[in-house]
């Protein structure tokens, strides 16, 4: 009994955690297409628009040691939050320029998750790619596969950016540049 009592749970939560994203999608989704909320939007006009702001979905990760670190415990910071694979070529490519960021942006939190779960990646895969280029931001590994079904990744790279308040301020689907991060970073600035 108490077994397929768990089971049951387990089948519950899962079937929730999928309707939560694809609620998150369609607000996403509703959002863009009403307000033009993208990554290579002006920051003069974003903020000018009177838009409603998207809660940002919590979530637990983990540290390659395996510590447990929250979305929820940077509130009161603006965040970049970065989905990604040591595999994907796009994502390969704009880490230099996510490292580059991170080392000039102080005030600004960089939760760059790597996708664990997806495409046969694994921890240490994504660790020797982070070593070998030297990057020095912070990794999150999402072990659960929970983050990005949250966020409804169904592409990588994407990216989101979190004003201070933890609210959805822009996302992008595929790789950034340097110029569009920066715009990003402005956005969620701007915001906070």
């Keep these: 009994m ?19 994203a694809r609620g998150l999608y369609r607000t996403l989704a509703e959002k863009t297409d009403a307000d033009s909320i993208t990554m290579e939007a002006d920051p003069a006009d974003v903020e000018e628009e009177e838009t409603e702001a998207a809660p940002a979905p919590d979530f637990t990760v983990y540290t390659y040691s ?17 989905f990604w694979a040591s595999w994907c070529p796009p994502c390969k490519a704009e880490l230099p320029d996510f490292n580059e960021a ?12 790597n996708l664990t779960t997806v495409g046969g990646e694994t921890k240490s895969s994504a660790k020797q790619l982070i070593d070998e280029m030297g990057y020095e931001f912070p990794v999150y590994y999402d072990t659960t596969g929970v983050a990005g079904s949250l966020y409804g990744v169904s592409a990588i790279p994407t990216t989101y950016m979190l004003d201070a308040d933890g609210n959805i301020v822009a996302y992008s689907v595929g790789m950034l540049s340097a110029e569009s991060l920066g715009q990003g970073i402005d956005l969620i600035r701007q915001k906070g």
Excluded: C, H, Q, W
């Excluded at 108490?2 to 999928?18: H, N, P, S």
């Excluded at 395996?66 to 970065?82: A, C, H, I, R, T």
């Excluded at 991170?102 to 998750?113: A, G, P, Q, S, T």
């Design 2 to 20: 108490g077994k397929t009592l768990k089971t049951v749970l387990a089948l519950v939560l899962f079937i929730a955690l999928i309707f939560a």
């Design 102 to 113: 991170y080392l000039r942006e102080n005030d600004i939190v960089f939760m760059m998750v």
């Design 66 to 82: 395996g510590d447990e670190v929250k979305l929820s415990d940077f509130l009161g910071k603006p965040v970049v939050l970065n």
